[in-house]
């Protein structure tokens, strides 16, 4: 039985590790915190291929979205996906570049319409149509949410009801390499964990994880900062793109809010917390779109790394230089992990290339 490694339990660790578990591999898997304690624990995590080019990154979304609806028929019931759609109005400059979007999303089957401000206040009755104004809105019933740590840990969950095991609070340290082959990885507390395969699923931390013993894909990270509302009364069901700020259901009457413009305010050196300045200013966002929540203050605030290649694209496959060591970082995790989970484990398991990662591979960076 092929005994293998997964370094990483965010939302592209367990998937790997829950597709190989039922393919009847040996899996461990290592994981510095708990599940979901990383990226994947702070991530607005929209399912979609909305703004995905090219085309071969598009259709790796796609299968990333059908992938998640699927797990319906595997699971019976999978409360941690939510394709509820998406809403999206822009401000006048950005019209024309909605438009052609829109147009190349349809030219490529994706599911998106235009709406008008009657039908918008049935699916969002809470929201002021004045935040509107007269732009025109797009409709993407396809797209969703994923509650990521919930979905991290069902996938561990059922991989270890199948028999892998889960190591968390251990830290990798290094990885054990001899003459060009991983053997297995080493921990901070000393400890030494052999297999045939080692897969790093650690993320924004990926080429920490090996150091110098495997060939690092260099990565361009972006800082990413959410803000939370406490319950507030609204019955959004669905993901809410703006000029004015974007948000979604968060759980219990929560929302979970993005702009894009404030994330270059904030580092995680700093720290973020409720009590900031650019925390209200969202939450105050957010009101002009939802009047009917206001008063209202920031409940929480998070930061955090996103794990990008340096071209944008996912880095998934064999590492040039390093036999028996298996590489998987993305951005679009949320998106793209039950799909990557499956190809990886059916690429590791039966020797096949998948053609869907053909233009993903880590030996472009080489
Ligand atoms: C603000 C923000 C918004 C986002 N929005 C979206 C979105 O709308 N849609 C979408 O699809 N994606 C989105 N993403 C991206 C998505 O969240 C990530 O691609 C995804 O979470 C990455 O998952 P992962 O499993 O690769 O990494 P992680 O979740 O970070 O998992 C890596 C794990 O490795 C562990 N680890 C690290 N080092 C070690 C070590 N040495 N030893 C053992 N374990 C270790 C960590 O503790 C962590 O649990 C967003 C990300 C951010 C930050």
């Given amino acids: 039985m092929t005994k293998i490694i ?3 339990a965010g939302v592209i660790g367990t998937s790997v590790a829950y597709r190989l578990a039922r393919a009847g591999a040996k899996v461990t898997v290592l ?4 599940v979901g ?5 702070i991530s607005f995590a929209w399912t979609n291929a909305n703004n995905k080019t090219p085309r071969a990154y598009f259709d790796l979304n796609v299968a990333g979205m059908r992938a998640h609806a699927a797990l319906k028929d595997e699971f019976g019931a999978t409360p941690w996906w939510h394709g509820g759609g998406r809403i999206e109005w822009r401000d006048q400059p950005e019209w024309a570049g909605q438009k052609a979007k829109v147009e190349r999303l349809k030219s490529w089957d994706y599911a998106v319409d235009w709406i008008d401000r009657k039908q918008l206040l049935e699916l969002e009755p809470d929201i002021a149509p004045e935040a509107i104004g007269d732009a025109p809105i797009a409709w993407y019933p396809n797209d969703g949410w994923l509650d990521p740590v919930v979905y991290a840990h069902a996938m561990m969950s059922a991989a270890q009801r199948l028999g892998a095991t889960l190591r968390t609070q251990t830290r990798i340290a290094g990885l054990i390499a001899e003459g060009g082959k991983a053997k297995g990885v080493r921990s901070e507390r000393g400890e030494t964990f052999h297999a045939d395969l080692v897969i790093n699923c650690t993320g924004r931390w990926s080429n920490d994880t090996v150091g110098s013993a495997a060939p690092n894909v260099p990565l361009a990270p972006t800082v990413g900062f959410l803000v939370f509302t406490p319950p507030v009364p609204a019955g959004i069901q669905r993901v809410v793109a703006s000029p004015i700020c974007d948000f979604r259901p968060d759980g219990a009457g929560r929302l979970m809010l993005h702009w894009g413009s404030a994330d270059a305010t904030v580092t995680p050196e700093i720290g973020v917390n409720p009590g900031m300045e650019q925390a209200a200013d969202l939450v105050e966002r957010l009101t002009r779109i939802l009047p009917g929540i206001a008063p209202v203050k920031p409940e929480a605030a998070r930061v955090t790394i996103r794990p990008i290649p340096k071209d944008g694209l996912s880095a998934i496959g064999p590492v040039p230089g390093l036999e028996n060591y298996y590489l998987m970082v993305t951005h679009s995790g ?5 799909a990557l989970g499956a190809m990886a484990a059916d ?10 990662l053909a233009d993903f591979r880590p030996s472009r960076f080489f």
């Fill in 347 to 356: 690429e590791i398991i039966n020797g096949r290339q998948r053609p869907e």
């Fill in 31 to 34: 994981e510095a915190t708990r």
């Fill in 334 to 338: 949320a998106t793209l992990s039950p």
């Fill in 37 to 41: 304690g990383g990226t994947s624990g």
């Fill in 6 to 8: 997964v370094v990483g």
